[in-house]
Structure formats: structure tokens, C-alpha cells
């Protein structure tokens, strides 16, 4: 059974910094893209940013370039997404979620995904 938990979450002000870390387990997710997704209150869940387990190849929504990197750690099973210079309208909660069809390539429709995580709430102070 696939499971992802998210951590690292928390309250920062702007122009701060936080890591989040989603750990993966159940599978071999070498064939698998890895995808971040963030939801606000009363909106929909959004496309952050992916990464191809097997190339180490990245995407990203045109909002988080320069300021995001999704990165993964092949040993640990763990996909992170290190956020800096952060803005309050990044305020949501931030999803971990596996996509198993996608070996090479990536979508940004949240139900391309198979499988997610709980969330973790990330909140940016102006």
C-alpha cells in the first residue's frame, strides 16, 4: 500500500523559508513523477511543481520559478520542495501526491495523481 506523509509545515513570515519533506513508501517509485500541489481555502487544489523519480527532471507553476525546488532523495525515499522567499498568497495547504503512469514526463491535473498524502499547512505572515 502506497503511502505518502508530508512534513515540515509551519507559520513564517515573508521573505522566509520552509522545506517540506514527503516521505514515500509501499512502492518502488522509480517509475513514478512526484508532484506537489497546494489548495487555499475555497479554492481549487493547485499544480506546484514535479520531478520525474527516474531523471531527476523538474516543473514548476509560473508563480513559484526562482523562489521553489522540488528535489528528491532516491535512498530515502523522499521528495522535498524547498520554498524560499515565500509570499503570503503561498499560503495553503501543501499536498505530496504519485502519479504512476508518468514515467518521463508530468501532468498538472490534480486527477492525473494516484496516490496523496495528508497535506501540511503552510502559513505565510505579511
Known amino acids: 500500500q502506497v503511502q505518502l506523509v508530508e512534513s515540515g509545515g509551519g507559520l513564517v513570515q515573508a521573505g522566509g523559508s520552509l522545506r517540506l519533506s514527503c516521505a514515500a513508501s509501499?512502492?518502488?517509485?522509480?517509475?513514478?513523477?512526484m508532484g506537489w500541489f497546494r489548495q487555499a481555502p475555497g479554492k481549487e487544489r493547485d499544480f506546484v511543481a514535479a520531478?520525474?523519480?527516474?531523471?531527476?527532471?523538474?516543473y514548476y507553476v509560473d508563480s513559484v520559478k526562482g523562489r521553489f525546488t522540488i528535489s528528491r532523495d532516491t535512498a530515502k525515499n523522499t521528495v522535498y520542495l524547498q520554498m524560499n522567499n515565500l509570499k503570503p498568497e503561498d499560503t495553503a495547504v501543501y499536498y505530496c501526491?504519485?502519479?504512476?503512469?508518468?514515467?518521463?514526463?508530468?501532468?498538472?491535473?490534480?486527477?492525473?495523481?494516484?496516490?496523496w498524502g495528508q497535506g501540511t499547512q503552510v502559513t505565510v505572515s505579511s
Open positions: 520531478i520525474n523519480w527516474a531523471l531527476g527532471h523538474t
Open positions: 501526491a504519485a502519479d504512476q503512469r508518468r514515467t518521463y514526463y508530468y501532468s498538472y491535473e490534480a486527477r492525473d495523481y494516484d496516490y
Open positions: 509501499g512502492r518502488t517509485f522509480s517509475t513514478y513523477t
